[in-house]
Nanobody
Framework: QVQLVESGGGLVQPGGSLRLSCAAS????????MGWYRQAPGKQRELVAF???????TYADSVQGRFTISRDNAKNTASLQMNSLKPEDTAVYYC??????????????WGQGTQVTVSS
């Protein structure tokens, strides 16, 4: 069994900052990508950012320059530092990880989601 547990969501004013964290636990052999997606009401889930094990990162255009993703391979954790938040960043944020539980067996896992609300 593998679990992804997110934390750090909440309510913040426009221009403020939040930091999301994701911890993977369970029968983990290795973790390939770790990333964050978000889903706003009435919209499809979209990629926010992801990082490869070796540290290469990719961001959605809408968050480039404002959000920073990082990971700690030794602790199986990933974080998303969100600065200069805008009302349009309001969404449920989901952690995603591609995890190998045994050699040759790779699955994508999702966290339960954490609400981020940007409002004055």
């Amino acid at each position: 069994q593998v679990q992804l547990v997110e934390s750090g969501g909440g309510l913040v004013q426009p221009g403020g900052s939040l930091r999301l964290s994701c911890a993977a636990s369970g029968s983990i052999f290795s973790i390939n990508t770790m990333g964050w997606y978000r889903q706003a009401p009435g919209k499809q889930r979209e990629l926010v950012a992801f990082t490869l094990r070796r540290g290469v990162t990719t961001y959605a255009d809408s968050v480039q320059g404002r959000f920073t993703i990082s990971r700690d391979n030794a602790k199986n954790t990933a974080s998303l530092q969100m600065n200069s938040l805008k009302p349009e960043d309001t969404a449920v944020y989901y952690c995603n990880a591609q995890i190998t539980t045994q050699p040759g067996v790779l699955y994508a896992y999702w966290g339960q989601g954490t609400q981020v609300t940007v409002s004055s």
